[in-house]
């Protein structure tokens, strides 16, 4: 029964949402948000350099982007501090529904949270069973399904509280987790 729910959930607020920048779309009719370069495409397969837990960071705009996985799916998220969880769209939460790494059991409820606008949302409370960063692999993380098919991935303090601690390395462009 929950996971009819979520699939509605998610379904109505995939539907639901416009995106400004909705013009943006390929010739599927799908928007995508980033485009892929070679340099992305480079730090995607080897995100972890060294021994040590050290991510590569991408710098875009002033943005600081990292590649994780979670439940198994990796993916290109903002660096934001200022975020109280991780925050993924519907669009992911769908792919994980659909690949079962996202369960009836994870569904968490239903949690209001207010963005860097000021705005408040509804958006799905979720555990992530797991959270790769670098070479350590975090276990129940809590998550929230924004209500926005093309919100941004953020990484933020739900898994951030994880570490001691988290150095910004801005001259080799890097991220140290301890």
Not at 62 to 69: D, M, Q, S
Not at 135 to 144: D, G
Not at 152 to 172: H, K, M, T, V, W
Request: net charge negative.
């Amino acid at each position: 029964m929950k996971k009819i729910f979520l699939l509605n959930y998610l379904l109505l607020l995939f539907f639901s949402c416009k995106h400004p920048e909705s013009e943006k779309i390929n010739q599927h009719n799908v928007y995508i948000p980033y485009q892929f370069n070679e340099e992305s495409k480079q730090n995607a397969s080897s995100y972890n350099n060294s021994e040590d837990n050290i991510l590569d960071m991408e710098n875009e705009n002033g943005v600081k982007y990292v590649w994780i996985e979670i439940n198994g799916l990796k993916l290109r998220f903002i660096f934001d501090t200022g975020a109280s969880n991780i925050c993924i769209s519907v669009a992911e939460a769908t792919v994980l529904l659909k690949q079962g790494t996202l369960q009836e059991e994870d569904i968490l409820g239903i949690e209001h949270f207010q963005d860097a606008t000021g705005t408040v949302s509804e958006g799905m409370r979720i555990n992530l069973r797991t959270v790769k960063i670098g070479n350590t692999l975090l276990q129940n993380v809590e998550a929230i399904v924004v209500g926005n098919n093309k919100a941004p991935l953020l990484l933020g303090q739900s898994a951030f509280e994880q570490f001691s601690r988290i150095e910004i390395d801005n001259e080799n462009q890097r991220i140290i987790f301890k």
